[in-house]
């Protein structure tokens, strides 16, 4: 089905013949696999007859040639049409042996997976599904406030492409507006104390138009901007900022990185409510420690928080 797909993607007229011809199967053939195309991957196809077949718009698909060639990247890439989930992916490669450092792209997942056991909508070449692997070595000062260095990564590289609204919001969604345009996250095997492996996992929504399937308010890079972007080309970008910040991170630790960070928060002396599981704490934002880690103050009284399974939400009165 994917090989019929990319005899598609340059958006032009393709007779059924030909595309029989190329595939080795009869014509009845590539109408069915036609239909599933569309089933199965939600793509429109144009059918006229007399010129054949036509995809309603022409697809970029990933190509590890392409994003090389837009940008160095120091990590082997793996591309997978279709996987349940790049970060599981990405868990299963490290447990089969895979020299870390390496990234896992896939252009779809059946399965991808959001902060707090939530699902990460990820329809085919719309979006970037993206795991970058590293292998930590140095303690848990290496991890100490990782995922807010990625979420900063993440926003550069959607300011370089032009998404000048992008900020952060503690711990690491980013957000343009109200609205979510990027999710991150991290998962970790083996011991942080010791040797282990880490995860990032980074969601963007970049062509996406449309969708029933999002159950908080979101935004994308096309919906920002009013164009297409390509994929390629925001792969390269970053990975080029995870060489910068990673490694600003691993010589300096996050101390070097928090000012920084602050300055791009959203949410920085909004009222919030601090949500973990089902309870609840209201505050205002401070900032953030050098550690990463949440400054709220609560009745009058500055608070730390930090941990995974946080979520904060705007107060009503904010
Ligand atoms: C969030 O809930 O905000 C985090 C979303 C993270 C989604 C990305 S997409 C690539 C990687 N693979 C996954 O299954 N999830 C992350």
């Known amino acids: 089905m994917l090989t019929l797909l990319k005899l598609l993607k340059d958006g032009r007229f393709h007779s059924g013949q030909a595309l029989g011809t190329a595939l080795g199967i009869s014509r009845s053939a590539v109408w069915k696999q036609l239909q599933h195309l569309e089933a199965e991957l939600g793509l429109s196809v144009h059918k ?47 447990e089969r042996g895979m020299g870390a450092p390496f990234m896992i792209l896939a252009e779809r997942q059946t399965a991808g997976r959001g902060r707090r056991g939530r699902k990460w909508v990820s329809p085919f070449a719309d979006n970037l599904y993206h795991s970058l692997v590293l292998r930590i070595d ?45 999710g991150i996250l991290l998962e970790l095997v083996g011991d942080p104390a010791d040797v282990c492996h880490v995860v990032l996992g980074v969601g963007i929504n970049v062509n996406m138009r449309s969708t029933d399937e999002v159950d908080q308010q979101w935004t994308s890079m096309c919906l920002e901007a009013g164009r297409d972007f390509d994929r390629n080309e925001l792969v390269g970008r970053l990975a080029a900022k995870f060489q910068h910040y990673l490694r600003l991170h691993q010589v300096s630790g996050f101390s070097a990185i928090q000012e920084e960070w602050e300055r791009y928060h959203l949410w920085q002396g909004r009222n919030v409510s601090l949500i973990a599981g089902i309870n609840q704490v209201d505050g205002v934002v401070m900032g953030i420690d050098r550690q990463g880690a949440l400054r709220l103050k609560v009745d009058g009284v500055e608070k730390i928080f930090s941990g995974g399974e946080l979520s904060l939400r705007l107060r009503d009165d904010s």
């Open 48 to 94: 006229v007859r007399g010129r054949g077949y036509q995809l309603a718009k022409p697809l970029l698909l990933l190509d590890s040639a392409e994003i090389s060639a837009k940008e160095s990247c120091e990590w082997p890439i793996h591309i997978f049409d279709s996987i349940d989930s790049t970060n599981a992916e990405a868990l299963r490669a490290i």
């Open 138 to 182: 140095g303690g848990m000062r290496q991890i100490e406030g990782l995922s807010l260095v990625v979420g900063l990564a993440v926003m550069h590289a959607l300011h370089d492409m032009g998404i000048a609204g992008a900020g952060l919001k503690w711990p690491n969604d980013v957000l343009v507006g109200d609205k979510k345009i990027a």
